[in-house]
């Protein structure tokens, strides 16, 4: 199989697709989650349907039982499938990073997201850490990233507060300005 590079991605999909997995997770349509996981992972690394569930089922699945499991989330069992998502992805990539570290690092971002009053750094540095980590770039550089979709997620935040759902078109925009940001932090 021929090495894929991770920097290749189209912005605009990845926000799109996003703000899509957002939508569905929201709303706990995880089949509709699962199939844009799988709809991403097929189309950044160019493999087949198969191996894109190979590479996606694992993401999905921790994503579910994150959500289906607030308050009562085994830190553990997230952790192993994020691990397991990140490895499948180191194993096709040509500039290899610590999967390890950036699936605990993903974890973090998770529970800071969550739980951001237990947790000494902030949402934004936990994004940036965890994309930091996978790109193997310092986490500084990815400080526009962090903050625009620290921003879409705040716009959800808020949305959920108020006991409706978030302005998509808005969460679109923000991840758009993130995923540039995050596109040309890293080239």
């Avoid at 997995?21 to 929201?26: D, E, L």
């Avoid at 959500?67 to 990539?93: M, P």
């Avoid at 993903?106 to 996978?134: C, G, H, I, Q």
Wanted: net charge positive; proline share 2%.
């Amino acid at each position: 199989m021929k090495l894929k590079d991770l920097k290749d991605f189209k912005p605009e999909r990845f926000a799109k697709i996003e703000t899509n997995t957002w939508k569905a997770y929201y709303r706990h349509n995880f089949f509709t989650l699962t199939i844009l996981l799988l709809q991403l992972a097929r189309e950044q690394f160019h493999v087949s349907y198969f191996h894109a569930l190979r590479i996606s089922y694992p993401f999905a699945s921790a994503t579910i039982y994150f959500r289906k499991n607030r308050g009562k989330e085994n830190k553990d069992i997230i952790l192993e499938k994020l691990t397991e998502f990140y490895k499948s992805i180191n194993a096709i990539v040509v500039e290899k990073f610590d999967y390890k570290k950036t699936a605990e690092l993903e974890l973090e971002w998770w529970f800071v997201d969550r739980y951001p009053e237990k947790y000494k750094v902030s949402r934004r540095e936990a994004l940036r850490n965890s994309m930091a980590s996978m790109y193997n770039v310092h986490p500084q550089g990815l400080t526009e990233y962090a903050e625009y979709r620290a921003k879409a997620m705040e716009l959800q935040d808020e949305a959920e507060k108020e006991n409706n759902e978030a302005n998509w078109g808005d969460v679109y925009s923000l991840l758009l300005i993130s995923y540039e940001s995050l596109y040309k932090a890293i080239h």
